[in-house]
């Protein structure tokens, strides 16, 4: 006997449409009417300094006026939201990139309105851009640690530690042999020492990821600042020289102007998270490891069943993982040139994590996520220096403002891996 069920009572996956979020919209809008806001008080002429743009010819400074700049790009910014609203009220998926040009049209006022009407005052162009890339590698090198990390079910909160472990490493080695290609090396083997004791404790011995990751944060910082008082004291100082990696300039690409000198004008450590970037991709979606690692990070007890070891994978990228992030650590002695410091890291490691969420766990939104982290931080730093009529403490809130802003207002249109943080078996 065949029982029926009636057409009306039939429901297809088109009738049950996913819920249309306003969250792009009013995002948009609330970059529009701050821009808006600035646009207001912007008068007299913006000078964008274009100094260092390319070796092959001199690009003149580029000077605008301010109160009619800011007004045509808070139209475009407002064009873009009305389109967003515009996408949301006929219930049709909303697009990003309203958002991003209303973010654009924020940033270039935000720029212009800090150094309008000033005569000795300019925005140097190519300092942002290079600063914003110098800020963004560490933070780059986190996000792909974490994301090998939490692809195979293990949350790396221990990234701080990973990358303090690595600077102090980098720094000690470099100095005491008078180069800094041997910090290059030994940095990530003290970010896979810290990874170790990650992967101990919350693979082996199944405690939580959060909680292990917290206190070996917590124990880097101690250890590194005890060491610090200890060794660096008194004749001790030698092993705390600020030495840096060499310039490798690129032929040819090096003299591309603006991007040129940014991208290609830098240190190894640059051109390694590049290549970084795109073989983790390629390995992580186009190979028998990176399957293994989804398997594991989704449903290990399935991968199980077919023949993997979860847990002796879930090492294996937990120690990867904590070199990466000793590497990144290195970016903050050797690869800027600077004698370590206590926690000299504030805070990178658990922005970087914020990085790999709002790149979806994956190496190249992670990428780009770092890259708005570390231009929002030297955004602060560029902002100080041209006297901009804003306080000195919101300045430097302006990295975490927008950390905040992204992973909170972004979060939930990303799902993490369904076994992250599980222990097994």
Aim: with cysteine; hydrophobic share 55%.
């Amino acid at each position: 006997m065949t029982v029926q069920t009636p057409a009306s009572d039939a429901v297809s996956e088109t009738d049950v449409a996913a819920p249309i979020s306003w969250k792009w919209p009013i995002v948009a809008a609330l970059m529009s009417i701050a821009t808006l806001l600035l646009a207001i008080g912007s008068a007299g002429d913006a000078t964008y300094s274009m100094q260092g743009a390319t070796s092959w010819f001199t690009i003149p400074d580029v000077t605008v006026p301010a109160g009619i700049t800011n007004a045509v790009l808070t139209v475009i910014a407002f064009a873009a939201t009305g389109y967003a609203v515009l996408q949301r009220l006929r219930k049709q998926k909303v697009s990003t990139w309203p958002v991003v040009v209303a973010g654009l049209a924020l940033v270039f006022v935000f720029l212009s309105w800090a150094v309008a009407g000033s005569e000795a005052a300019s925005i140097p162009v190519m300092r942002l851009l290079t600063g914003a890339l110098a800020f963004a590698v560490p933070l780059a090198f986190g996000a792909l640690s974490a994301v090998v990390c939490e692809r195979s079910g293990v949350i790396n909160i221990a990234i701080e530690g990973q990358m303090i472990a690595g600077a102090f490493a980098a720094v000690i080695a470099a100095s005491a042999v008078g180069s800094a290609w041997l910090g290059l090396l030994t940095a990530p083997l003290a970010g896979v020492g810290v990874a170790a004791l990650l992967g101990l404790f919350a693979i082996k011995y199944r405690v939580d990821n959060i909680i292990v990751g917290v206190v070996l944060n917590m124990l880097a910082i101690g250890l590194t600042s005890f060491l610090f008082s200890v060794l660096f004291s008194g004749s001790g100082a030698s092993l705390n020289q600020p030495l840096s990696l060499p310039t490798l300039r690129i032929p040819l690409l090096a003299g591309i102007p603006v991007i040129g000198p940014v991208m290609f004008d830098q240190s190894i450590l640059v051109y390694l998270v590049y290549v970084l970037i795109v073989v983790l991709h390629v390995q992580l979606f186009r190979s028998r490891w990176g399957l293994h690692t989804r398997s594991v990070g989704e449903h290990p007890k399935a991968a199980d069943t077919v023949g993997i070891k979860v847990n002796a994978l879930r090492w294996r990228n937990v120690l990867l993982g904590g070199a990466m992030a000793g590497m990144g650590g290195a970016m903050f002695t050797i690869g800027m040139g600077l004698a370590f410091s206590k926690n000299m890291v504030a805070g990178n490691g658990y922005i970087a994590l914020a990085a790999m969420i709002l790149g979806g766990w994956r190496p190249f939104g992670a990428a780009a996520a770092a890259l708005l982290f570390g231009f929002a931080t030297n955004l602060g730093f560029i902002i100080q220096t041209v006297d901009a009529p804003i306080p000195t403490e919101v300045v430097l809130m302006i990295p975490y403002i927008v950390t905040i802003l992204a992973v909170g207002g972004f979060v939930k249109s990303v799902v993490a891996p369904a076994g992250i943080g599980k222990p097994y078996p």
